[in-house]
């Protein structure tokens, strides 16, 4: 496989994330490029795409806190590069919809009353949710001390 292959493939899966494509190719040309960083003309040229659909691209992946903006003193252009350990920081602001989840669980098992087949999925959805609630900070500690030890 390629490069221009995993970009393209970076596009498709961060698409099923809920990102545009662009974005997810651009995040694929950050992960494989040589430099640490490239400005929005660059990433437009390297990817094929207008300058416009690029910056709306850089701007929705900024806003996930994916990737940080920059400027290097004399130069008149932003540059663009991962966010440090983005994918442990985008796991743990996901986190906090687990939260959300289960909240949502406990408002339908004030909505559905004594409905057992109703509770039993409820139960199990608000459960899964605060045992992921308790788990995964260990684990991402866990990660961070083995990310150290790399």
Request: glycine letters at 6%; charged letters at 35%.
């Amino acid at each position: 496989m390629d490069v221009d292959h995993f970009v393209e493939d970076a596009g498709l899966f961060y698409e099923r994330l809920g990102l545009s494509r662009t974005s997810g190719r651009a995040m694929g040309r950050l992960l494989t490029a040589a430099a640490d960083s490239a400005d929005a003309p660059e990433l437009a040229q390297a990817l094929g795409v207008a300058k416009s659909s690029m910056s709306v691209a850089l701007r929705q992946l900024e806003q996930a806190g994916l990737i940080e903006r920059f400027r290097v003193r004399g130069e008149r252009r932003d540059r663009y590069r991962l966010a440090e350990d983005v994918f442990a920081r985008a796991f743990r602001a996901k986190m906090a919809e687990f939260e959300s989840f289960r909240a949502l669980a406990e408002q339908g098992l004030r909505a559905v009353g004594d409905d057992p087949a109703a509770r039993s999925r409820l139960e199990l959805m608000r459960d899964m949710y605060a045992f992921m609630m308790d788990r995964f900070p260990a684990l991402l500690d866990e990660w961070d001390r083995a990310k150290d030890g790399r």
